[in-house]
């Protein structure tokens, strides 16, 4: 499975980015898959995860009710819509996704890794 991330950018606090992960490989309909960020001098941390079958996900407290992660497996894509974006959410955000069923958030849970994608939230 390769994944190409994309739809980054600088935008204003509390404006809003969807940021889209393309995979190509025909395994990747049975894939969960995920979003990680990682800020300048800061580990990698997880932001949100989904299943391969849309009806389990999981998000990392400072992004609850605020990002939406989705997927349509039909056009092997992965979504990932932030809204309200604070300054602190400024980092490069990495798709990613797994081999199995299981929603997960730790990074070494993932098997696959798209290329990063630059969000930059001025105050």
């Known amino acids: 499975v390769q994944l190409q991330a994309s739809g980054g950018g600088l935008v204003q606090a509390g404006g809003s980015l969807r940021l889209s992960c393309a995979a190509s490989?025909?395994?990747?309909?049975?894939?969960?898959a995920g979003w990680f960020r990682q800020a300048p001098g800061k580990e990698r941390e997880f932001v949100a995860a989904i299943s391969w079958s849309d009806d389990m996900t999981k998000y990392a407290d400072s992004v609850k009710g605020r990002f939406t992660i989705s997927r349509d497996n039909a056009k092997n894509t992965v979504y990932l819509q932030m809204n309200s974006l604070k300054p602190e959410d400024t980092a490069v955000y990495y798709c990613?996704?797994?081999?199995?069923?299981?929603?997960?958030?730790?990074?070494?849970?993932?098997?696959?890794w798209g290329q990063g994608t630059q969000v930059t939230v001025s105050s």
């Open positions: 490989g025909r395994t990747f309909r049975r894939c969960a």
């Open positions: 990613a996704a797994r081999d199995g069923l299981r929603v997960e958030q730790y990074a070494w849970e993932y098997d696959y």
